[in-house]
């Protein structure tokens, strides 16, 4: 008799191979039609206020697509998105979901050069440094859950780079490393979520049905993928940008080995038949974030090519044939959501974008 957990991962498997794309997943145009399929559905399918921290992951990847097929539908869905908001962040400034949406904002000024889109993310960057808020009063530290350091990270080092202000980098510095010396465990090389999953109120370390410690996949795709979004704006020659390639180093190595056979990864990284089913988001960032590494000379494409090559494949499983981005976790802060092939979110379709990108880039190469 079949346990449980052994059931549904037999029942995923049979789902994947039920729908194994054809072998043009590597096809550039291909890629691109596939880009604009999961755009356009989630554009037609809104959730959220467009400046939530789940839009902010969405419109990344828009953008991504953009520059992956330069069409003017999806150019005019990110015009559109500022036009309605005015170009403002969120209304909390010192929480790093809030300003998330601004890494679109910026990158839409890197177009058309209009300050306009600046001036407002300008404003509350500043708040941020000289003026700490409800967040490290309540936490202690400003990022103190690492989702921030995809939200937060980006914003900065964009608007450092625009604008040619270093404090904004230094700023960056300082509320990183306290993520950083909070929740990186150096031993496992992966992020806990937050302090609460490092000790309970009972002084107990949370852990999985197996024993192991609780990494969630997607907390540390978002770290990830933050990485390298903010390593691709830090200056070559800027003095803490080795600490940032180290970390982001030994995170690819440990998620690769953590990557299951099928090519994704288990929304609980070290305890993956607990949550057999492969999951959209993180595994989404992960394969954006490990191409990107590949592209850009950080990770060696010999060990890593069979990495983002299955994971790709194994991603667009998840897509279905109208664009939908399925097997996305749900809002959380743990592995413990169930989702299957309808589970959607809009950050999955953003990491899948992104994911794409990077993978046209690495065939271009």
């Known amino acids: 008799m079949f346990q449980p957990c052994k059931m549904k991962k037999i029942l995923f498997f049979l789902f994947l191979s ?4 054809a072998q043009n997943v590597f096809k550039a145009s291909e890629i691109k039609t596939r880009l604009e399929k999961a755009a356009k559905w989630q554009l037609e ?3 959220h206020e467009p400046t939530d921290w789940t839009n902010g992951a969405f419109y990344a990847g828009v953008f991504a ?5 330069q069409k003017q539908w999806i150019m005019d869905s990110l015009m559109n998105l500022g036009n309605k908001t005015s170009w403002h ?4 400034y010192d929480h790093a979901d809030d300003i998330t949406i601004s890494q679109t904002y910026i990158d839409l000024f890197r177009q058309n050069k209009n300050e306009n889109l600046l001036k407002p993310t300008w404003d509350t960057l500043i708040k941020v440094q000289f003026w700490p808020g409800k967040e490290k009063a309540n936490h202690g530290i400003t990022w103190w859950w690492c989702d921030a350091l ?3 990270p980006p914003v900065f080092a964009k608007m450092a780079k625009e604008t040619g202000d270093i404090s904004l980098l230094k700023t960056n510095d300082i509320l990183f490393r306290e993520c950083y010396d909070l929740l990186y465990n150096k031993e496992e090389k992966l992020f806990a979520r937050d302090a609460s999953y490092l000790k309970d109120l009972q002084g107990n370390q949370k852990l999985e049905a197996n024993g192991q410690k609780i990494f969630w996949s997607r907390g540390n795709g978002w770290v990830i993928g933050g990485l390298a979004r903010l390593l691709n704006e830090l200056p ?3 003095p803490t940008r080795s600490f940032y390639e180290n970390l982001y180093k030994e ?7 953590l990557q299951q056979s099928d090519g994704l990864w288990r929304s609980s990284l070290l305890d993956p038949d607990a949550y057999p089913g492969g999951e959209a988001s993180g595994s989404g960032f992960d394969i954006y974030a490990i191409t990107w590494g590949v592209n850009n000379g950080l990770l060696p494409e010999k060990e890593f090519k069979n990495t983002l090559k299955n994971g790709w494949k194994a991603l667009n499983t998840l897509v279905q044939e109208n664009g939908k981005v399925g097997w996305v976790q749900p809002i959380g802060a743990d592995p413990r959501r169930n989702f299957d092939k309808e589970s959607w979110e809009v950050y999955g379709t953003g990491a899948y974008l992104l994911a794409g990108s990077e993978i046209l880039k690495y065939l271009k190469k």
Do not use: I
């Not at 039920?18 to 794309?21: E, K, T």
């Not at 697509?65 to 097929?69: K, L, P, R, Y």
């Open 150 to 152: 995809f939200m937060g």
């Open 45 to 47: 399918n809104p959730k």
């Open 89 to 92: 962040p969120g209304k909390r």
């Open 251 to 257: 995170m690819a190595y440990r998620l690769k080995s």
């Open 65 to 69: 697509a953009w520059e992956a097929t």
């Open 236 to 238: 070559a020659d800027y």
């Open 18 to 21: 039920l729908n194994l794309p």
